[in-house]
């Protein structure tokens, strides 16, 4: 089946307003920014285990080839993904709940990036057990003991 450009930034925009509703869900059930950062990872444990990957990861690996629509609904969606992120991190520093030594900005993208990219490499080879090994390595790479 082929979509048609519109059709898939139809998809992105709704793909990332589940997201956005998933994170608003997250801030109202974990008051500490600790257990929101758990939580988040526990979003992608949960799709691993679905057997998906993130929508807009998987396009991101096509980036250069989408028409450049495509291209702006992946960057809002990721900026949105990394304000977030970047967001809680820095409530959790603050709180004293991870010692973080790299600014927010620099600990989410490697957040994000591992999380994702892992995804594939766990589909793979490795299964969720590797996934859920490597997701605690990410969190102990931002500070979280």
Do not use: K
């Amino acid at each position: 089946m082929r979509l048609t450009p519109r059709t898939a930034e139809a998809l992105i925009e709704r793909y990332e307003a589940e997201f956005r509703s998933a994170l608003a869900a997250l801030d109202r059930a974990h008051p500490s920014p600790l257990a929101r950062l758990y939580a988040f990872v526990g979003l992608y444990i949960e799709v691993f285990r679905a057997g998906r990957i993130c929508l807009c990861f998987m396009l991101a690996t096509d980036h250069e080839t989408l028409p450049s629509t495509m291209q702006d609904r992946l960057r809002a969606f990721f900026a949105m993904s990394e304000e977030w992120l970047a967001e809680t991190l820095s409530s959790a520093r603050d709180a004293g709940e991870i010692d973080l030594a790299d600014p927010v900005g620099d600990a989410g993208d490697t957040m994000i990036a591992t999380l994702n990219g892992g995804m594939i490499i766990c589909h793979a080879r490795g299964g969720i057990a590797r996934y859920e090994a490597l997701c605690a390595r990410t969190l102990a790479a931002v500070g979280v003991c």
